[in-house]
């Protein structure tokens, strides 16, 4: 099974075994780390998509400046320029005009940083996995090291956000349908590049 078909399962697999411990510990919480307004969830409410950003824009510059391709520096810019508005829109235009509407009108509240999570997080590791895995300048060893430690670093807050997120908020069908939508870009991505390794992220080289 490729690498990145089993990055994608993490995050059904992880929500649907941690049901039980949601149901288990409702009510429960764990002191700071499950306060509404934590550091860790006040900055991915209010800085993710720039954090994500930051992250993407880094990546992309990366493949322009120090990858071997044959496709020209305007491509390149064009594409990946493109391909990140593509993300912004539908990371705004879903929560804009489906999550918020819904949980206006029924009181259903799709979760949000489930959504938001599962995307930025699945499409920034796939990002750098795709550039990571294209023939490189020898002396770029150090930019990629410095970039690949900053996107480990933001994508290990993500998932311990994730990871409360599924134990202590939203009933289960509001976290599987945020889950759902936040999968349809990666799984994309993934039928686009089945042969990606995703693993070549955790080599911080």
């Known amino acids: 099974m490729p690498t990145l078909v089993l990055l994608l399962l993490t995050f059904p697999v992880t929500t649907i075994v941690l049901a039980p411990v949601s149901l288990l510990l409702k009510g429960h919480g764990l002191g700071y780390l499950t306060e509404e307004h934590n550091i860790f969830n006040l900055m991915f409410a209010d800085y993710g998509i720039i954090v994500f950003i930051t992250l993407y824009t880094a990546i992309s510059l990366l493949e322009i400046k120090y990858t071997e391709t044959d496709v020209s520096f305007h491509a390149v810019l064009v594409r990946q ?10 990371a705004a235009g879903l929560y804009l005009f489906l999550i918020l509407p819904i949980y206006r009108s029924t009181g259903f509240k799709i979760s949000g940083h489930l959504f ?12 750098l996995a795709r550039v ?6 020898d002396s770029s060893s150090k930019i990629f090291k410095r970039i690949t430690v900053a996107v480990l670093a933001v994508c290990a807050v993500w998932y311990l956000l994730f990871l409360i997120t599924c134990v202590f908020f939203h009933t289960f069908p509001e976290k599987l349908l945020g889950l759902a939508l936040g999968m349809v870009p990666p799984v994309v991505l993934c039928i686009k590049s089945p042969d990606l390794d995703f693993l070549s992220v955790f080599q911080i080289s």
């Open 81 to 90: 320029t493109l391909k990140l508005a593509g993300y912004v829109a539908y």
């Open 116 to 127: 938001g999570l599962s995307l930025l997080l699945l499409t920034t590791v796939i990002e």
């Open 132 to 137: 990571k895995g294209l023939p490189r300048d």
